[in-house]
């Protein structure tokens, strides 16, 4: 069964930086497009970044746009998710996902992760 497996989550205060990664089978990080996606509590599960099966193309939410950075390793078959000058608004459960095609629906994914916890405190 494929999995995705994410790590990297914790506490950190406003301002402060957090690395999330998102370990992979080299037959989903081949052929997909690798997306992370964050559910705040009480919230719907909502769209983050994503990077096309090359590492050619990234794409971000306007929330995240310029603090963010998704990249992938081929050799590690991993996807990250460097997160920067992260705010309270930004605490989640980031979920790792991949998809086939360039839509970021949560229903357009095929797998998924279990989802690390990322708490900002103010």
């Known amino acids: 069964q494929e999995q995705l497996v994410e790590s990297g989550g914790g506490l950190v205060q406003a301002g402060g930086s957090l690395r999330l990664s998102c370990a992979t089978s080299?037959?989903?990080?081949?052929?997909?497009?690798m997306n992370w996606f964050r559910q705040a509590p009480g919230k719907e599960r909502e769209f983050v970044a994503a990077?096309?099966?090359?590492?050619?193309?990234?794409y971000y939410a306007d929330s995240v746009k310029g603090r963010f950075a998704i990249s992938r390793n081929s050799a590690k078959n991993t996807a990250s998710l460097q997160m920067n000058s992260l705010k309270p608004e930004d605490t989640a459960v980031y979920y790792c996902?991949?998809?086939?095609?360039?839509?970021?629906?949560?229903?357009?994914?095929?797998?998924w992760g279990k989802g690390t916890q990322v708490t900002v405190s103010s």
């Open positions: 996902a991949a998809g086939r095609g360039t839509d970021t629906s949560t229903y357009a994914m095929d797998y």
């Open positions: 080299g037959h989903i990080f081949g052929t997909y497009r």
């Open positions: 990077i096309g099966w090359s590492g050619g193309s990234a």
